[in-house]
């Protein structure tokens, strides 16, 4: 295993049109460490696939480099940089069995046939493939499939990352928390650095320790998952990161202090003092979870009207209005009131972030 | 009304029966039957199928077929899997390749024949005469293999494209990330392609191979228009000899030997499917 780097990088696409070519990705800097689990979270077409691509030298990037433990590798053939790539579609040999499968890899380098035995016994072991060893690998379903497939890339002792591009794209829903748990355990057993690409914030949350958010071919923020929950750099963070998102209310900056745009609504004084030199555009924001909600008027809370309800279960999720002002807000599944009742609604000051021209405001 | 499937199926079954059903049965009437021109025809059982068996020259021509049959698929499939794999995947060029290549499938089989037999001619054909360059007396009336191996040559040109076409398709349809994960695997380019590409042309493979070998079966135009046959018997096949029977009009004869030669493609085609198409190995647990 090893500590993956990438430095100044970035990768364009001819364009169709002649001499024009548009970046997939634009001077990117990410630093994944020796044997963790890191998720790489963006919406489609952000140029996820195509950094995975290039750390497994499928794709050579057109500027910036590739460090595997501190060494350039740019120029390193893809079957000499010893990565492990698992794809959104599960690939196996048909023709072969799970077993043969495994051992694939390691034939291919030529290992000799007794540590090849051995080895992808142990992999078997850990996967849980055992009974279906002898299996022609095209009747297995794409759970199996997948997960053979990761097998493959697992079972050389010298893999260096392991690579994940939306592996859980095509597995039925109960067998999805299954993979995920497994790949889990395989991480830490293994001492594994992953690198797990997805749109799917909650399987990027829950898999990954280290979690780093893209858009538009660069990195919008790198950071734990309760730190991108809890203090998201930018409101596109906020709005990606939770469901429903952040909410976002726009500010303005005035000599009586922070104002709220278009709404009388009443910030705390702790959160409005931190302004004094800030200009621009500066929006509160504040998740829904964090919203706190009342139907007794409470002094110091603002008044808000019910818009919506939508029940999800254990929770309910409000639409609360107030002039311009919309907001979401979580509440208790007990929380009985009915659209256009009048809420009171508080924003607690240590939840509440500060953004002035799309950027936080740390105190 | 549990009828009704039946009465969709109607119209498809009539049209079968008159293209299909009716003209096998009248076939199958005549072969029971000893048939001369202008007297009642007599009822002899299986008396002609009894005769054709015994018959060398019906043995003759189907071994001959079944060796035709096999050279050809022995050649033209892996042929053709190899020009489809050297086909450009994407750019200009590959509409003219595909055209190109489609050119020797849109003559007809009788042109093809006459093409072919100018070609030959040992006086004024081309073969002859760079054949002759190297010092290879070439004549397709009178040498049998040359005969038999011309045939087998204007068959591979006639129909290695549409095995192309076939496996080029079959190419096309494989997702880039099997050759990914291969090369991820450090796969060589042999194994690369046994174990990705060629399972996953197997489908279309088999199609290929049904259609040549079943086609090879019934190839008449092509020795009719060449060679006629000859030299000899060197290129009778099974399709000639019921035709010339046919044409002597011995009926009977040639309805025996046309049912036994349908009943052969049948049975050969089926093994043949049975055996590309396999169920895989193993037991789900």
Redo the contacts between chains.
């Keep these: 295993m090893a500590r993956i780097e990438l430095k100044s990088l970035e990768h364009r696409y001819a364009s169709s049109r002649k001499g024009k070519s548009s970046f997939a990705i634009e001077d990117l800097n990410i630093i994944w460490e020796d044997g963790t689990a890191n998720a790489l979270l963006g919406p489609s077409g952000c140029g996820k696939t195509t950094i995975l ?1 290039i750390i ?1 030298g ?1 794709i050579k990037p057109t500027g910036g480099e590739v460090l595997f433990d501190g060494v350039e590798v740019n120029n390193r053939a ?2 000499n940089r010893h ?3 698992v ?3 599960p ?1 196996v ?5 799970v077993m043969d499968n495994l051992a ?2 390691l034939r ?2 030529g290992h000799d046939e007794k540590e090849v035995q051995s080895r992808t016994g142990e992999i078997m072991e850990l996967l849980d493939l055992n ?2 060893a ?3 690998a ?2 297995l379903n794409p759970a199996e499939k997948q997960i053979v ?1 990761l097998g ?2 697992i079972v050389r002792k010298d893999t260096v990352a392991v690579l994940l591009d939306e592996p859980l794209t095509v597995i039925d829903p109960v067998l999805k928390l299954d993979l995920r748990r497994k790949l889990r355990l395989v991480q830490r057993e293994l001492k594994l650095t992953m690198i797990y690409v997805t749109h799917d914030q909650h399987e990027a949350l829950t898999f990954a320790d280290h979690v780093t958010i893209m858009k538009d071919g660069a990195v919008v923020q790198s950071d734990t998952p309760e730190g991108l929950f809890l203090k998201p750099s930018t409101p596109f963070v906020g709005y990606f990161i939770g469901s429903p998102g952040m909410n976002m209310i726009p500010c303005e900056n005035n000599s009586a202090g922070l104002e709220v745009t278009g709404s009388p609504l009443f910030i705390p004084k702790s959160i409005g003092g931190k302004t004094d030199n800030l200009e621009g555009s500066i929006e509160l924001g504040i998740r829904p979870e964090f919203v706190e909600t009342s139907i007794k008027e409470l002094p110091d809370w603002n008044r808000f009207e019910i818009r919506s309800l939508d029940h999800a279960g254990a929770y309910q999720i409000l639409t609360l209005e107030s002039g311009s002002i919309r907001i979401k807000s979580r509440v208790e599944d007990h929380f009985v009131s009915k659209e256009g009742d009048p809420v009171w609604v508080n924003f607690p000051t240590d939840k509440t972030n500060l953004y002035a021209n799309g950027k936080l405001v740390t105190p | 009304m549990r009828q009704r499937p039946w009465l969709f199926l109607l119209p498809t079954l009539i049209l079968m029966s008159i293209s299909a059903f009716v003209p096998l049965m009248a076939v199958i009437n005549y072969s029971l039957h000893t048939i001369f021109a202008g007297s009642t025809p007599e009822y002899v059982g299986l008396q002609n199928y009894t005769d054709v068996m015994g018959d060398p020259q019906f043995r003759g021509a189907l071994r001959r077929q079944l060796t035709f049959s096999l050279i050809v698929l022995l050649i033209e499939i892996p042929i053709g899997v190899g020009i489809a794999l050297c086909l450009p995947r994407k750019g200009p060029t590959v509409g003219l390749s595909l055209v190109l290549l489609g050119i020797p499938l849109l003559i007809p089989y009788n042109v093809v024949g006459i093409v072919w037999r100018l070609f030959t001619q040992s006086d004024i054909g081309v073969i002859p005469r760079v054949l002759s360059m190297f010092g290879y007396k070439y004549n397709v009336s009178l040498d049998a293999s040359d005969a038999f191996m011309t045939i087998l040559l204007v068959d591979v040109w006639h129909w290695t494209p549409l095995v192309v076409l076939l496996a080029y398709a079959g190419l096309q349809a494989i ?1 880039q ?2 050759y ?2 291969a ?6 380019t042999w ?1 690369t392609f046994r ?2 590409t060629l ?2 042309l197997r489908s279309v493979l088999t199609l290929g191979l049904l259609i040549r070998f079943m086609d090879s079966f019934k190839v008449y135009s092509e020795p009719l228009l060449l060679t006629g046959g000859g030299p000899g018997n060197a290129t009778t096949f099974m399709s000639l000899f019921v035709a010339r029977k046919a044409e002597a009009y011995e009926l009977g004869y040639a309805g025996a030997s046309s049912i036994i030669y349908l009943y052969v493609v049948i049975v050969m085609s089926y093994i043949l499917f049975q055996f590309i198409n396999r169920p ?6």
Excluded at chain 1, 93 to 97: A, R
Excluded at chain 2, 183 to 188: I, K, T
Excluded at chain 2, 280 to 285: I, L, T, W
């Design positions: 691509n497994s499928l893809t079957r990565i492990a790539q794809f959104q579609f690939v040999y048909d023709t072969m069995s694939f890899p291919n380098r009974k279906l002898d299996m022609k095209e009747r497939s493959r890339g | 997702p990330t099997f990914q994960a090369e991820v695997d450090g796969a060589s194994k174990y990705v399972p996953k895989p190995e193993g037991k789900r647990a």
